[in-house]
């Protein structure tokens, strides 16, 4: 069986085990995934253990991402982006390379899974933490319109939005400096849901038809999805979707097999 874990701490509410053990069912590979508490002072060493320990992959989660950034040997262009790293892989010549999925799992989510297509589109990214640093290259790739990034701390939105300009059509603001705009998607990439909290922003933000969704998940609706149920979002979605998606997009960079996610979101759900 071919090695592979996640890392964070703490770890042992990760669904991850149970994402990579159904594709491995699904597509038959020789597959064992693991999770690891990893050590808040020694990441490195957790690491350079699992990988003499035989390990091939590992992905990486709270609050490790930036550390795998910094560990990596090699960083695809999107993990350099991010700042961050989501998964590890360990190449024929022992070099350890990072990569970061989230983006890609996002916007698979939204435009595969539920068909919104993001070109043309306004979008409001809501926060401007490692959770949107990680996602907004990849969503400016699609071609929206325009990315507006808020964020409570304003100074924060306009360096991240900064750092991306060069991908798209993107700018930075305030939360209390949207008022008189309209967006036909707004993510919520914000911690305030873990507070079960919504980010405040005026109730006139969401177009008519527009769509809300929620980068974190829960068994009932988060705050910012039942905030989006209220606005009369057209769909309100929660980051479900998301998690399976970038583990997937993960086993595809260890495997080479993209495997089929709706049978595993539908299991997650119930
Ligand atoms: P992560 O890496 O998960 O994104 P982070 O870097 O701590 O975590 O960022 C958390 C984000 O959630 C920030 O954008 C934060 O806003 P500030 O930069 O102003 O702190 C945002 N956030 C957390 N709680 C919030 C709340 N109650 N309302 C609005 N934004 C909130």
């Excluded at 930036?66 to 790293?85: C, F, I, K, M, Q």
């Excluded at 991306?164 to 700018?171: M, N």
Aim: proline share 4%.
């Amino acid at each position: 069986m071919d090695k592979y874990a996640v890392i964070g701490n703490p770890i042992e509410h990760s669904k991850s085990p149970e994402i990579h053990r159904a594709f491995a069912e699904q597509t038959g590979e020789p597959v064992e995934y693991g999770r690891i508490l990893g050590n808040m002072d020694d990441f490195p060493a957790d690491v350079r253990r699992f990988v003499a320990e035989g390990g091939l992959g590992l992905n990486v989660t709270v609050p490790f991402k930036e550390e795998a950034w910094r560990l990596a040997d090699e960083l695809s262009p999107r993990a350099h982006t991010a700042g961050a790293v989501n998964t590890l892989s360990l190449l024929e010549n022992n070099q350890i390379q990072g990569d970061n999925t989230d983006g890609a799992g996002l916007v698979r989510d939204l435009t595969v899974n539920h068909g919104f297509r993001l070109e043309g589109k306004r979008l409001l990214m809501l926060g401007a933490g490692g959770a949107v640093r990680g996602v907004i290259r990849p969503l400016l790739e699609q071609r929206p319109k325009r990315i507006i990034v808020a964020n409570r701390t304003a100074s924060k939105a306009y360096s991240l939005a900064n750092g991306a300009a060069a991908y798209g059509q993107v700018a930075g603001c305030g939360l209390d400096e949207l008022e008189g705009m309209q967006f036909d998607l707004i993510i919520n990439g914000t911690a305030a849901g873990l507070a079960g909290e919504v980010p405040l922003i005026p109730d006139t933000v969401l177009a008519k038809g527009g769509w809300c969704y929620d980068m974190l998940y829960g068994n009932q609706a988060t705050a910012f999805q039942a905030w989006g149920y209220q606005q009369r979002a057209a769909r309100s979605l929660d980051g479900l979707g998301m998690l399976v998606e970038q583990a997937a997009e993960s086993f595809r960079l260890w495997r080479g097999i993209l495997p089929e996610t709706a049978p595993v979101i539908a299991m997650l759900r119930h």
